[in-house]
């Protein structure tokens, strides 16, 4: 218990000093709040990769989860934080984070089989944070996806950025995971990389932070 503890201490301070760390950038480089809210996304959220490995309880994660819920949430409220919090657009995101890294690890650590809580971190650090970049930086030939006459808030060229890094993650990592490559694994990538970018092109308000892994989760657990 202690060795976990001591894991969880350590997993914190990490976490916090990534935040002051990208609170200096952000006010030393004057970058734009989204660069810098992807860039924690994507750090923070590529770390938990090792839970699995680490812990063996999901109660050490929930309390990690609880811990960065209410800094986040006090931080939002309290003008602190800025290079997470400096968006134009409304979001719930941040909060959804540690949520859905909570979720995807009881699920996974539940069934046994901690590919279902990998996978779906992989996806979410790199390809949201791909697509997003990508979506506001490159304007040009770049417009907002149009469904049934509806306007969403996604572009053709984040969406297909999405689906190509997600398709290619899959496949590396089912090969990694099933220790060979096949057709089948091909199906089951496409078919990860065709959910979850269907579900990031219809997400509003930061709510992929959680639909996208649990979308990831739903293939797995059904195809593999």
């Known amino acids: 218990m202690g060795n976990q503890i001591g894991l969880t201490v350590i997993f914190l301070v990490a976490i916090s000093l990534l935040l002051v760390f990208n609170e200096m950038i952000y006010r030393r480089l004057g970058l734009k709040g989204e660069v810098t809210r992807k860039f924690a996304h994507f750090t923070a959220t590529l770390s ?7 812990f063996e309880d999901h109660w050490y994660v929930l309390f990690m989860a609880v811990a960065f819920f209410i800094l986040l949430f006090v931080s939002r409220h ?65 417009n907002n996806i149009k469904l049934f006459g509806r306007q969403l808030q996604k572009t053709w060229l984040g969406s297909l950025s999405f689906f190509i890094s997600c398709f290619v993650i899959s496949i590396i990592a089912l090969y990694f995971n099933q220790e060979q490559i096949n057709l089948r694994i091909f199906m089951i990538a496409f078919t990860v990389a ?5 579900v990031e092109m219809l997400s509003w308000k930061g709510s992929d932070n959680l639909l996208i892994p649990m979308s990831v989760l739903l293939v797995l657990v059904v195809l593999l």
């Open 78 to 142: 309290r003008s602190y934080l800025k290079s997470i919090h400096d968006i134009q657009r409304i979001s719930i995101g941040s909060y959804l984070l540690p949520v859905s890294i909570y979720l995807m690890f009881l699920v996974s650590h539940q069934l046994e089989n901690k590919f279902l809580f990998i996978l779906p971190m992989l996806v979410l650090a790199i390809c949201d944070p791909v697509a997003g970049i990508l979506g506001i930086n490159l304007q040009q030939y770049n």
């Open 194 to 198: 065709f959910v979850s970018t269907i």
């Open 48 to 54: 938990t990769i090792t839970f699995p490995y680490l």
